[in-house]
């Protein structure tokens, strides 16, 4: 397993590196929330760096999770010996997610908390880790009230890491999550107020592994109901509007029962569901 050593890397950045390894090391034992994403897994390399076996990555496998993330974190944790378990989760069945209100995420993250500090306890780890970072403020993230209310810890939060540092680091210690386009639940890709099902993520997994099959690298597709909108990142656009491409996302949607097929004009951009809310809370003029 590669190691990566503070003389590797330089300032600032070292600092912070050296700041993230004491607070991992300052539990003698933790569960790593792992979803595959270059946060969780920078995490979960460090954490057995520092702990070795008395650090345990946990995926969580649900509806909401795409077969591939799920096969993607199988894959890093055993090509670089992680210590690694998945365990199912229930959130869909929880009627509060299905409503996917502005706070659906809070939902999810206390079921995944929930579970892993039961484990903790029945296991005898000391602490539950996450991979929240320092630029995770700036979006709508009420998943951090339920790592709050859990008594979860984010190192990399408290050490002051961004996404930038941890590409760097993750490149660095060879990764192959260091270039990783950010990922995101499937629950992510409905608009709030439309009914979290099985079936809805089902059709929108199904939608983006299409579009992943056309050769697109930086996508989502978005569920509005009827109406489906496709985001694809801003130097792919072109390609996209091509008449025989539309041609192919309409023939790929309205198999999967899509009305109404569209393509984002402003291209990819992460959360971009979260400026309805955003609208929603501002006063009506």
């Known amino acids: 397993m590669p190691k990566l050593l503070a003389n590797d890397i330089a300032e600032p950045l070292r600092g912070k590196y050296v700041d993230l390894l004491q607070r991992i090391g300052s539990a003698e034992s933790a569960l790593v929330a792992f ?7 920078l995490l979960a390399f460090l954490a057995h760096q520092v702990l070795g076996e008395r650090a345990l990555a946990i995926t969580a496998d649900s509806p909401s999770v795409p077969r591939r993330q799920l096969e993607e974190a199988a894959r890093f944790a055993t090509t670089l ?7 199912s989760t229930d959130e869909v069945d929880d009627p509060q997610y299905q ?3 502005g706070n659906r995420c809070f939902f999810c993250k206390t079921e995944l908390y929930g579970k892993m500090q039961q484990m903790a306890k029945e296991r005898g780890y000391e602490v ?4 929240t970072n320092a630029d995770d403020g700036g979006d709508h993230r009420p998943g951090m009230t339920a790592a709050e209310e859990h008594d979860v810890q984010s190192p990399l939060l408290l050490a002051g ?23 995101a639940c499937l629950a992510s890709r409905v608009a709030y107020g439309i ?3 099985s079936e809805v993520l089902s059709r929108i997994e199904q939608g983006e592994e299409a579009v992943r099959a056309l050769g697109f ?27 025989q491409m539309a041609a192919r996302f309409v023939g790929v949607f309205k198999e999967l029962g899509y009305a109404f097929v569209s393509l984002d004009l402003e291209g990819y951009r992460s959360g971009s569901l979260n400026a309805a809310l955003v609208q929603i809370s501002e006063p009506a003029e």
């Open 99 to 101: 409503e996917n209100a």
């Open 161 to 183: 890491m961004g996404k930038a540092d941890i590409r760097s680091l993750s490149k660095l210690a060879a990764l192959p999550t260091w270039d990783k386009p950010a990922s």
């Open 81 to 87: 010996g992680l210590p690694h378990e998945i365990i």
């Open 195 to 197: 009914e979290v099902t």
């Open 217 to 243: 690298l930086q996508f989502r597709v978005r569920h509005h109901g009827d109406l489906v909108r496709i985001e694809v990142s801003p130097d792919e656009l072109e390609r996209a509007l091509d008449s």
């Open 35 to 41: 979803s595959g994403g270059v946060d969780s897994a």
């Open 128 to 131: 539950v880790l996450d991979g």
